[in-house]
């Protein structure tokens, strides 16, 4: 397991690639258990005191909730501010490689993440997107103005509105 670190208007968002099968260890998963303390209103969550949006970019995760049993397959294209997890402890299983992205307030030295909401584009859509928007696109690719952009990539719209078409599906978070 391996992370890199990308600059997202202010924040970071990091991206971690894992192997099948590979335990996660690091400062939120600790012997492969993940704590979920809460949500806030606009459900993002909340882990150790650290709000956190995050995506399975690619693969597959395994989350089962320790208390009940109640096991959850996570996707490509996953978001947890579409689908949070419930508060509590999950065993998590990474059935094959996959990648995830989460941004997170810690990382970026702050105690609360900017209002974010999710985006997502599937491939030969157009969605139209106002001046000033701020995409960060997680996965996908797009093009805006004739500009192919693809993945991991602060997309600003400050040439008028814009129309954005998906060259493949693509989602990520519009920051507010």
Not at 26 to 32: I, N, Q, T
Not at 108 to 120: N, Y
Not at 135 to 141: A, Q, T
Request: aromatic share 8%; proline share 4%; net charge negative.
């Amino acid at each position: 397991m391996y992370a890199k670190v990308y600059a997202a208007f202010g924040h970071v968002m990091q991206r971690t690639f894992i192997d099948a099968q590979e335990k996660i260890e690091d400062k939120w998963v600790r012997g492969g258990v993940l704590k979920v303390d809460g949500l806030t209103k606009k459900n993002i969550q909340i882990m150790e005191g650290n709000e956190f949006v995050w995506f399975i970019a690619q693969g597959k995760h395994v989350h089962t909730n320790v208390a009940t049993g109640e096991r959850k397959e996570l996707n490509g294209g996953w978001c947890s501010l579409l689908d949070p997890l419930p508060v509590g402890e999950h065993m998590l299983t990474i059935p094959v490689y996959s990648e995830s992205v989460c941004l997170a307030a810690e990382l970026s030295g702050q105690q609360t993440l900017p209002e974010v909401t999710h985006f997502a584009l599937g491939a030969g859509e157009s969605k139209p997107l106002p001046n000033g928007t701020k995409l960060y696109l997680v996965e996908g690719e797009i093009e805006v103005n004739g500009k192919v952009i693809p993945g991991m990539r602060q997309v600003r719209i400050s040439s008028g509105d814009s129309v954005v078409k998906g060259l493949k599906d693509s989602f990520g978070l519009i920051f507010h």
